[in-house]
């Protein structure tokens, strides 16, 4: 029996009893994630409450080395942490969890579906295994691109596409995400698009607070004509470094950068900055809530990572009205800056193109903070959870529809 929930296919399954009696059975669904950080609450959450469905949720761990966020440990969520030892690779800003009991606790919540978030930890390819051997359908949540993929070789591709022909169904970050699973082998309907977000509503409506707060257009005044925001950790792959040495290049005192975040690299960026004469404030690390104040500052937000799966602070920058200049190394790039109202992508690693880009954008200040609220209104329509959750419940629906691939 199928249904409308917010304008996305739904699914039951009915069984009727000896009586006659119709019978409503949910999907017992378990999925298993890295761990489980705060912008992944609000839609595990929404998963949870979809009425066909029977969430477990399988963290490898409670958080990990790079991440100083509070992570999601006591949420209303059924939600398990898996035991294990877990490393990290500075050298490929890689952590690995080497988790215990996969098969022994998917065994004992026999699911209906297997939801992996990837294949970059040996508990996806447990998981994996035990769904072959017992016949559950399994769908792999990639958010991997051709661009953002850390290992390459045949051993590597040959591994990918085993698990892919496993797999029912899937679920991609977006296009980029699903194209790179389609030149694995996958099916292109087999592929649901669930586009990578956060709640971008409650972003909104925080930066909007801040700005209407008595004070702040004072405040603001303190700040270059053309502010511009970084959020992330500072490691070499965030190549905060190239923005910084653009700014230089520009040699505008009407363009400056406020970074929020926190790394290895800090003392380092900084030294960069104050040698090169920008103007650039090293706000540290902040808790999630905390970040919309800088958004709210700021006219533009830069991401020019080397490598990056998604990018979500290019939702957070539109859902707060930003402009977003992003390199085509970040996966979300070519979804959500396919406008020139929304922002640009610039190529990876040319720091003439990011000198360019600032320049330009410094020249059409005035046009660019004008679209603010059209880009957040965008962003608030597009980028919502309940959308996101409706990809990845379409994709449960198509494993089970379709069965175990065995």
Same mark, same amino acid.
């Given at each position: 029996?199928?249904?409308?929930?917010?304008g996305?296919r739904?699914?039951?399954?009915?069984?009727?009893d000896?009586?006659?009696?119709v019978?409503?059975?949910?999907t017992?669904?378990?999925f298993i994630?890295?761990f489980?950080?705060?912008?992944?609450?609000?839609?595990?959450?929404?998963?949870v409450?979809?009425?066909?469905?029977?969430?477990?949720?399988?963290?490898?761990a409670?958080?990990?080395?790079?991440?100083?966020w509070k992570?999601?440990?006591?949420v209303?969520?059924?939600?398990?942490?898996?035991?294990?030892?877990?490393?990290y690779s500075? %050298?490929?800003? /890689? *952590?690995?969890? +080497?988790?215990?009991? !996969?098969?022994?606790?998917?065994?004992?919540q @026999?699911? $209906?579906?297997?939801?992996?978030?990837?294949?970059?930890?040996?508990?996806y390819?447990?998981?994996a295994?035990?769904?072959?051997?017992?016949r559950?359908?399994?769908?792999l949540?990639?958010?991997?691109?051709?661009?953002s993929?850390?290992r390459?070789g045949?051993?590597f591709?040959?591994?990918?596409?085993?698990?892919?022909?496993?797999?029912?169904?899937?679920?991609?970050?977006?296009?980029?995400?699903?194209?790179?699973?389609t030149?694995l082998g996958?099916?292109?309907?087999?592929?649901?698009v669930?586009?990578?977000?956060?709640?971008?509503?409650?972003?909104g409506?925080?930066?909007?607070?801040?700005?209407?707060?008595?004070?702040f257009?004072?405040? %603001?005044?303190? /700040? *270059?004509?053309? +502010?511009?925001?970084? !959020?992330?950790?500072?490691?070499?792959?965030? @190549?905060? $470094?190239?923005v910084?040495?653009a700014l230089?290049?520009?040699?505008?005192?009407?363009?400056?950068l406020l970074v929020v975040?926190d790394?290895?690299l800090?003392?380092?960026?900084?030294?960069?900055?104050?040698h090169?004469?920008v103007?650039?404030?090293?706000?540290?690390?902040?808790?999630?809530?905390?970040?919309?104040?800088y958004?709210?500052?700021a006219d533009i937000?830069?991401?020019?990572s080397?490598?990056?799966?998604?990018?979500?602070?290019?939702?957070?920058?539109l859902?707060a009205?930003?402009?977003?200049?992003?390199?085509?190394?970040?996966g979300?790039?070519?979804?959500?800056?396919?406008?020139?109202q929304?922002?640009?992508?610039v190529?990876?690693n040319?720091?003439?193109a990011?000198?360019?880009?600032?320049?330009?954008?410094?020249r059409n200040?005035?046009a660019?903070?004008?679209a603010?609220?059209?880009r957040?209104v965008?962003?608030?329509?597009?980028?919502?959870?309940?959308r996101?959750?409706?990809?990845?419940?379409?994709?449960?629906d198509d494993?089970?529809?379709?069965g175990?691939r065995?």
């Amino acid at each position: 029996m199928c249904r409308n929930i917010r304008g996305a296919r739904a699914w039951s399954i009915r069984s009727v009893d000896r009586n006659d009696t119709v019978v409503n059975l949910s999907t017992r669904a378990t999925f298993i994630t890295n761990f489980l950080p705060p912008y992944r609450v609000d839609l595990f959450r929404e998963l949870v409450s979809h009425p066909e469905l029977d969430v477990r949720i399988l963290a490898l761990a409670q958080s990990e080395e790079t991440r100083d966020w509070k992570a999601g440990r006591d949420v209303d969520l059924p939600l398990s942490t898996l035991r294990g030892r877990h490393l990290y690779s500075r %050298r490929f800003e /890689f *952590p690995l969890h +080497l988790s215990r009991d !996969v098969s022994m606790t998917l065994g004992a919540q @026999r699911p $209906d579906v297997i939801v992996i978030g990837g294949w970059d930890q040996p508990a996806y390819w447990a998981a994996a295994r035990f769904a072959r051997r017992f016949r559950v359908p399994l769908v792999l949540w990639n958010g991997s691109t051709n661009a953002s993929r850390v290992r390459n070789g045949r051993i590597f591709d040959a591994a990918r596409r085993w698990l892919v022909r496993q797999s029912s169904a899937y679920v991609a970050y977006g296009s980029l995400a699903r194209d790179y699973l389609t030149d694995l082998g996958a099916e292109v309907e087999r592929v649901h698009v669930s586009t990578n977000t956060v709640n971008v509503r409650e972003i909104g409506e925080r930066v909007a607070r801040v700005r209407a707060a008595p004070g702040f257009v004072e405040e %603001r005044r303190r /700040f *270059p004509n053309l +502010l511009a925001v970084f !959020v992330g950790r500072l490691v070499s792959l965030k @190549r905060l $470094d190239i923005v910084i040495d653009a700014l230089a290049r520009v040699g505008s005192p009407e363009v400056g950068l406020l970074v929020v975040g926190d790394g290895r690299l800090r003392a380092e960026l900084e030294a960069r900055a104050h040698h090169l004469g920008v103007t650039v404030r090293f706000e540290g690390f902040k808790e999630p809530e905390d970040v919309d104040r800088y958004r709210a500052l700021a006219d533009i937000a830069v991401i020019p990572s080397d490598r990056e799966a998604w990018g979500l602070v290019v939702n957070e920058a539109l859902a707060a009205g930003l402009y977003a200049l992003a390199s085509d190394r970040v996966g979300s790039g070519r979804d959500l800056l396919d406008s020139e109202q929304r922002g640009a992508v610039v190529a990876p690693n040319d720091l003439q193109a990011w000198a360019d880009v600032l320049e330009k954008t410094r020249r059409n200040r005035n046009a660019i903070v004008s679209a603010r609220d059209s880009r957040s209104v965008w962003a608030l329509q597009e980028l919502s959870i309940a959308r996101a959750a409706d990809g990845i419940v379409e994709a449960v629906d198509d494993a089970r529809r379709r069965g175990s691939r065995r």
